[in-house]
T-cell receptor, first 117, second 113 residues
Framework: GAVVSQHPSWVICKSGTSVKIECRSL??????MFWYRQFPKQSLMLMATSNEGSKATYEQGVEKDKFLINHASLTLSTLTVTSAHPEDSSFYICSASPLRDRNTEAFFGQGTRLTVV | AQSVTQLDSHVSVSEGTPVLLRCNYS??????LFWYVQHPNKGLQLLLK??????LVKGINGFEAEFKKSETSFHLTKPSAHMSDAAEYFC???????????FGKGTTLSVSS
């Protein structure tokens, strides 16, 4: 199946610093990628939709100035957590689909475990 | 609006016994439905998907699910649990091209020897 690579797989940062997470589709192009957040023992919650060449669409309650998304090419989307705080500690996962077809499965990155100390 | 309800937050079975993870959905459109598995601190892996073809869907690792429109259900089953099946399972619905997936809250499957 298609491969989505997410980097880094884990990161520890100090409170107040920024962290960038990359999501790459390795063998297909994706005009749209999705960013999810998962708190311990909870489900995945959609944070934002990353659109190639245009602004991301954020879900209600997600601060766009805090979670900066850039989708500069058809194979790369980045999520930057700015001025991170301990409450931002979470598991972040991206997904992408090769085709704009709801019947095509989404492929997920490995996830990034962010710990803010 | 679309939603997914996983009826059990935790299911415990003995190795070799059947597994049943329940999922109900609500959708204004004809949905595509998926089951994903997540092992601790790992990403998500697709088990199987329903996309308006056969209502009984067979997936990987011996799992299968049956789409029942009259009951708006998509329960996941496996005849015989294995220790390696212990993980978190998510029932997921997709309703449009290029749209995000809607996840259920997840069911933790524990398998004892």
């Amino acid at each position: 199946g298609a491969v989505v690579s997410q980097h880094p797989s884990w990161v520890i940062c100090k409170s107040g610093t920024s962290v960038k997470i990359e999501c790459r589709s390795l063998d297909f192009q994706a005009t749209t990628m999705f960013w999810y957040r998962q708190f311990p023992k909870q489900s995945l919650m959609l944070m934002a939709t990353s659109n190639e060449g245009s602004k991301a669409t954020y879900e209600q309650g997600v601060e766009k100035d805090k979670f900066l998304i850039n989708h500069a090419s058809l194979t790369l989307s980045t999520l930057t957590v700015t001025s991170a705080h301990p409450e931002d500690s979470s598991f972040y996962i991206c997904s992408a689909s090769p085709l704009r077809d709801r019947n095509t499965e989404a492929f997920f990155g490995q996830g990034t475990r962010l710990t803010v100390v | 609006a679309q939603s997914v309800t996983q009826l059990d937050s935790h299911v415990s079975v003995s190795e070799g016994t059947p597994v049943l993870l329940r999922c109900n959905y609500s959708s204004s459109y004809s949905p595509s439905l998926f089951w994903y598995v997540q092992h601790p601190n790992k990403g998500l892996q697709l088990l199987l998907k329903y996309t308006s073809a056969a209502t009984l869907v067979k997936g990987i690792n011996g799992f299968e699910a049956e789409f029942k429109k009259s009951e708006t259900s998509f329960h996941l089953t496996k005849p015989s649990a294995h220790m390696s099946d212990a993980a978190e399972y998510f029932c997921v619905v997709s309703v449009g091209a290029g749209t995000a997936l809607i996840f259920g809250k997840g069911t933790t499957l524990s398998v004892s020897s």
